[in-house]
């Protein structure tokens, strides 16, 4: 029994009490530092990402991304413009080239000419359509000239 009682002064001593309580305050003081540490470390990287997310939101990052769309825009309608005034205006050389070949004025410059009726301005395509006496006008390529019908010729 002597080993017991021994045993148990040894632990109620004051020092080794001590001794045991301050063990016990660094491991708590470690335990906290730690803990500290790593609430810190979450409170950085939360915030972190609510600065992103507040970044992302920002009227201004928001009100830029749109000006770039505008602009982006911008240059696809002026180049959808160019693309159609080209083709557009393509198509419109052809069809000028079209009606300039089978323009009158171009058969005029081979040497023909338009006859109608000076009364009534009716164009006239056959002889049949004329009368001796009557009075036409002749359009040529530079200038026109009124006539009187002398002679009809079927």
Do not use: C
């Not at 950085?44 to 997310?53: D, M, N, P």
């Not at 970044?55 to 505008?70: M, N, T």
């Not at 089978?102 to 410059?109: A, D, K, V, W």
């Amino acid at each position: 029994r002597a080993t017991t009682i021994e045993a148990r002064l040894a632990r109620t001593h004051p020092g080794y009490i001590l001794s045991q309580r301050s063990q016990r305050l660094d491991e708590l003081r470690s335990r906290l530092t730690a803990g500290t540490r790593r609430v810190v470390q979450s409170r950085r990287v939360q915030e972190r990402h609510l600065l992103a997310r507040l970044r992302a939101a920002a009227p201004r990052i928001g009100i830029q991304r749109r000006a770039e769309g505008v602009v982006a825009l911008r240059q696809r309608l002026g180049n959808a413009a160019l693309l159609g005034l080209t083709t557009t205006g393509g198509r419109l050389a052809v069809a000028v080239a079209a009606l300039h070949a089978f323009s009158p004025l171009r058969t005029l410059e081979r040497g023909y000419a338009i006859v109608s009726d000076t009364g009534t301005g009716q164009v006239l395509r056959h002889a049949g359509q004329l009368t001796v006496g009557q009075t036409v006008t002749a359009r040529l390529a530079a200038g026109s000239f009124d006539a009187t019908v002398r002679k009809i010729r079927d």
